[in-house]
T-cell receptor, first 115, second 112 residues
Framework: GAVVSQHPSWVICKSGTSVKIECRSLDFQATTMFWYRQFPKQSLMLMATSNEGSKATYEQGVEKDKFLINHASLTLSTLTVTSAHPEDSSFYIC???????????FGPGTRLTVL | KQEVTQIPAALSVPEGENLVLNCSFTDSAIYNLQWFRQDPGKGLTSLLLIQSSQREQTSGRLNASLDKSSGRSTLYIAASQPGDSATYLCAVKGVGDYKLSFGAGTTVTVRA
C-alpha cells in the first residue's frame, strides 16, 4: 500500500530556533499534501494545503510566515516552524493525496517539543 | 463550514463486548466519510471509507454505516479485544474539496 514518511519522528529544540519537518510519499506521486496539527486529546486541525510547484494555501488563523511550507517535488513537502516557541509544541501530521486514486495517506507524525 | 462531532469522547468496555461509535456531521453534501484508528503518539490508520452513495462498508469485525441525509455514521466493532484500544476518528470529505474535516475522536479502552 501507499506509504508516507515523516522525518524526524520527534524533535526537541530551544525557543527561538527553527525546525524543519519533511513529508515524503514513498511510492506514489502527490501533487497535494496537507499539514495538520494535533494537540493532546484533540482532533487534527488542518493548517495548510501544500501544492507542488505553487504556494501553499493556509487555513484561517495559521500564520504563513511562522509555518513555512515548501512543496518542491511530487514526493516531498516540508514544513518549517520558524522562531519556535513553547506554544508551538504539538504533534504535526502530514498527509499526501495520491493523484491517481484521489486518496489521502497519512504520515506517522512528528512530535515537536520547544523548550 | 462542516462540523464533525463524535460521541462519546471516551468508552471503556470489557473484552468481548461490541463497540458502537457515533459520528455526526452538519453538512450532508459529502463526497465520502472515512474512519481512522490512531494509537497514542502515532499517525492515522485508515479503517473504512464509505462513499456518499453507499450505506455501509465492512472489513472483518468492523462495520461502518452511513446515513447521509441525517448526517450520521456509526462504526461497529464486534467482539472487542484489548488490541482494539485506541482513538477512533471519523473524517468527512466535502464535494469538490480535497480537505478532510475531522471529529475529535472516541478513545476506546477494552479491558481484558
Amino acid at each position: 500500500g501507499a506509504v508516507v514518511s515523516q522525518h524526524p519522528s520527534w524533535v526537541i529544540c530551544k525557543s527561538g530556533t527553527s525546525v524543519k519537518i519533511e513529508c515524503r510519499s514513498l511510492d506514489f506521486q502527490a501533487t497535494t499534501m496537507f499539514w495538520y496539527r494535533q494537540f493532546p486529546k484533540q482532533s487534527l486541525m488542518l493548517m495548510a494545503t501544500s501544492n507542488e510547484g505553487s504556494k501553499a494555501t493556509y487555513e484561517q488563523g495559521v500564520e504563513k510566515d511562522k509555518f513555512l511550507i515548501n512543496h518542491a517535488s511530487l514526493t516531498l513537502s516540508t514544513l518549517t516552524v520558524t522562531s519556535a516557541h513553547p506554544e508551538d509544541s504539538s504533534f504535526y501530521i502530514c498527509s499526501a493525496r495520491a493523484t491517481a486514486t484521489d486518496t489521502q495517506y497519512f504520515g506517522p507524525g512528528t512530535r515537536l517539543t520547544v523548550l | 463550514k462542516q462540523e464533525v462531532t463524535q460521541i462519546p469522547a471516551a468508552l471503556s468496555v470489557p473484552e468481548g463486548e461490541n463497540l458502537v461509535l457515533n459520528c455526526s456531521f452538519t453538512d450532508s453534501a459529502i463526497y465520502n466519510l472515512q474512519w481512522f484508528r490512531q494509537d497514542p503518539g502515532k499517525g492515522l490508520t485508515s479503517l473504512l471509507l464509505i462513499q456518499s452513495s453507499q450505506r455501509e462498508q465492512t472489513s472483518g469485525r468492523l462495520n461502518a454505516s452511513l446515513d447521509k441525509s441525517s448526517g450520521r455514521s456509526t462504526l461497529y466493532i464486534a467482539a472487542s479485544q484489548p488490541g482494539d484500544s485506541a482513538t477512533y476518528l471519523c473524517a468527512v470529505k466535502g464535494v469538490g474539496d480535497y480537505k478532510l474535516s475531522f471529529g475529535a475522536g472516541t478513545t476506546v479502552t477494552v479491558r481484558a
